[in-house]
């Protein structure tokens, strides 16, 4: 059974720092998308970044503030994020799919079969 757990959540200032956390078992994602997605209150579930064998991708919003990071032996996924906004406050959830995906199509939720729960991330201005 394939798993996804989140960690890191929590509250913080506009301009601090969080690094989220995805715990995959079940398989290894070693070759496939694993991707960050968001929901914040009232809103549809938003790109975030994703991750495909080193290519990276973030959304405008989040580019130069957000990294995402791959544990391959570990088995896990990892996002720095900084200067954080008011804005960027949402649930946070990891997302990882059977194939390699790359450009436009790691944006839809469409394309990932697995989904963590999701941590909270609440940034107060």
């Known amino acids: 059974q394939v798993r996804l757990v989140e960690s890191g959540g929590g509250s913080v200032q506009a301009g601090g720092s969080l690094r989220l956390s995805c715990a995959a078992s079940g398989r290894s994602f070693t070759y496939s998308t694993m991707a960050w997605f968001r929901r914040a209150p009232g809103r549809d579930r938003e790109f975030v970044a994703a991750?495909?064998?080193?290519?990276?991708d973030y959304a405008d919003s989040v580019k130069g503030r957000f990294t995402i990071s791959r544990d391959n032996a570990k088995n896990t996924l990892d996002l720095q994020m900084i200067s954080l906004k008011p804005e960027d406050t949402a649930l946070y959830y990891c997302?990882?799919?059977?194939?390699?995906?790359?450009?436009?199509?790691?944006?839809?939720?469409?394309?990932?079969?697995?989904w963590g729960q999701g941590t909270q991330v609440t940034v107060s201005s």
């Open positions: 991750w495909t064998n080193a290519y990276t």
């Open positions: 997302a990882a799919t059977s194939g390699p995906y790359y450009n436009h199509r790691v944006y839809s939720g469409d394309v990932y079969e697995y």
